[in-house]
């Protein structure tokens, strides 16, 4: 009889390390996951965990499924009772989140918080995927991830070979935060990485931070090509002319060859499982002479 209580004992307390996470390999089960990270999200759903996912972050538009969740807010501006109400067993985020006041709300009620590295780089988010994959029990779904990563970034190196010019590229992104347009790319983020590896190289930009765009900084600027992230874009009317009326916009070398392409923005903000396939479609925008989708 003794012996039987001290096994289950032990079983009940794996459960416990399971459910709530003590321990980075022990989370093996379906436990509700609050994430608050759009990079943090399409990877939980690449891992075959977005079943787990039970709300999520307002910028977590991928993979589609990701949609259908209720949504805490945005990151930056969230409300502890939003995410309280999901009772979650884990909270999983990238450090980037707001109020300040918010993480301490969610600990003082007992919730479990775990923090993962951001994905601002190629090899940053095959560690962020290493880590998911090694705490929610799904290595080898990691590994052959990153695998066709690797991949995938093969076939965009050997298509950049092929490259004769490098036009200058410029990102534009409506945010939904501060309602304005402005200029993502210029500030060595996850969109300028892109760009180089799709055979571009941004157009200087000189003016600061997110704030309301500069028509003469980005007619000055004169990028060869513009990439309007989705919302902006769809906000304009879907459109290239419509487009065009955006502060400078109409000024430049892309306006006047009609150069503008609507990206998806999640699609550009983060490094992530489609990274190569998201670096491919960027490449036969800026280089549509080598075609890169028929070969």
Do not use: W
């Amino acid at each position: 009889m003794k012996r039987t209580m001290i096994l289950l004992g032990i079983g009940l307390s794996f459960l416990s390390c399971a459910r709530f996470g003590k321990k980075e390999t022990d989370v093996k089960k379906d436990i509700r996951v609050v994430c608050i990270s759009k990079h943090l999200t399409e990877m939980m759903f690449a891992l075959g965990k977005g079943h787990d996912i039970v709300a999520c972050d307002l910028t977590s538009t991928f993979p589609d499924s990701a949609k259908l969740l209720p949504t805490v807010g945005y990151h930056r501006a969230l409300n502890a009772e939003g995410i309280i109400s999901m009772k979650p067993d884990l909270v999983i985020h990238s450090n980037d989140i707001g109020p300040a006041n918010v993480i301490p709300q969610l600990e003082k009620v007992g919730l479990t918080i775990k923090i993962f590295d951001a994905a601002n780089t190629y090899d940053s988010a095959k560690l962020v995927l290493l880590e998911l994959g090694k705490f929610f029990g799904a290595e080898s779904k990691a590994d052959s991830i990153i695998n066709k990563m690797d991949n995938d970034m093969g076939r965009v190196k050997s298509f950049k070979k092929l490259l004769k010019d490098t036009p200058t590229v410029m990102i534009i992104h409506y945010g939904q935060a501060n309602n304005n347009f402005f200029v993502m790319s210029g500030r060595n983020g996850a969109g300028d990485k892109m760009i180089k590896s799709a055979g571009g190289k941004t157009a200087v930009y000189d003016a600061k931070g997110a704030r309301q765009i500069s028509a003469e900084a980005v007619a000055v600027a004169n990028p060869d090509i513009i990439i309007a992230t989705n919302f902006g874009f769809d906000k304009m009317g879907g459109t290239i002319e419509k487009f065009k009326t955006v502060p400078g916009v109409g000024l430049t070398s892309a306006a006047k060859n009609n150069r503008i392409y609507r990206f998806e923005e999640h699609d550009l903000v983060y490094f992530g499982p489609r990274t190569g396939e998201n670096v491919m479609k960027l490449m036969n925008l800026i280089h549509p002479e080598i075609n890169v989708a028929n070969k």
